[in-house]
């Protein structure tokens, strides 16, 4: 599709920004939507950010992506903030509007329940508890979506076992927080096992853990999508537990950002799995 002078405009905001596969991912949808419209890799320091994205309007932007480490700062600068946001403590897309004002969202734990649906389409929220492996913004945003459609429990299991508490805090009941050496008797009932650290992705320390006590019926779900088979996912399928893995959360929870952006919902297709994980 050729861009034109009145081509929307939208990007990724990260400090690097180079590994980010959002610019692959998007312009996969506006190749695929004929849309006049560019989707560009923004490097900007963080000392930067707020000068940044007050320059979206005037640059003609509909809005941005946020990725690392500028989710949780993008808070104190939009103008709105959603109720997703607002739980999980960060924003990751940003929507200009006609007036200029800066609307920030978070859409991981839309990405995180769509994909797990998606794939695992008998998956009940009413099945049993959730575990979670880590205490970070990724673990927030799966905690806010497992919680949100009535999941019973949802339990923390990190190395400081401290910030799994001050999660157990913020979201209130039905959370509990537990140290990694307590993990067997945690997940011997569990109905879903998620890891959101990034233990196991290439270049990263391995997850290790036995999967010994963990119900054969329980859905394993690794949100690290490099490796794409990571370890843990290997050894559940290993063993027969249903798998999700990592690239799907990261594919859906962009949609509701393009939509408000270049004006079409686009879908997760095959020919877009394979377009983000080109080289």
Known sequence: MRITGKAKL??????????????QLHGHWLSCYRIDGAYLPLPVNPADLQAALRALPKLGFAGVN????HKEAAVEIVDTIDA???????????????????????????????????????????????????????????AVALLDVGVPEVRFVNRTVARAEHLVGDLGGRTKAFAVPDLNDVIHDAALLANTTSLGMTGQPPLEMSLDTLP????????????????????????????????????????????????????????????????
């Open 10 to 23: 939208a990007g990724v905001m990260g400090w690097p920004v180079e590994h980010s596969r959002s610019p």
């Open 66 to 69: 946020l990725t690392i480490p």
């Open 84 to 142: 997703d946001a607002k739980r999980i403590g960060a924003v990751n897309t940003v929507v200009v509007g006609a007036d200029g004002q800066l609307a920030g969202s978070n859409t991981d734990a839309f990405g995180f329940l769509e994909h797990l649906r998606q794939t695992v389409s008998a998956w009940n929220a009413a099945d049993g508890p959730a575990v979670i492996l880590g205490a970070g913004g990724a673990a927030r945003g799966a």
């Open 216 to 279: 054969t019926q329980a859905i394993v779900y690794d949100i690290v999508y490099t490796p794409l088979q990571t370890p843990l996912l290997a050894a559940a399928r290993a063993r027969g537990n249903p798998t999700v893995d990592g690239l799907g959360m990261l594919l859906h929870q962009a949609r509701p950002g393009f939509e408000a952006w270049f004006g079409v919902a686009p879908e997760v297709t095959a020919a877009l799995r394979a377009a983000v994980l080109e080289d």
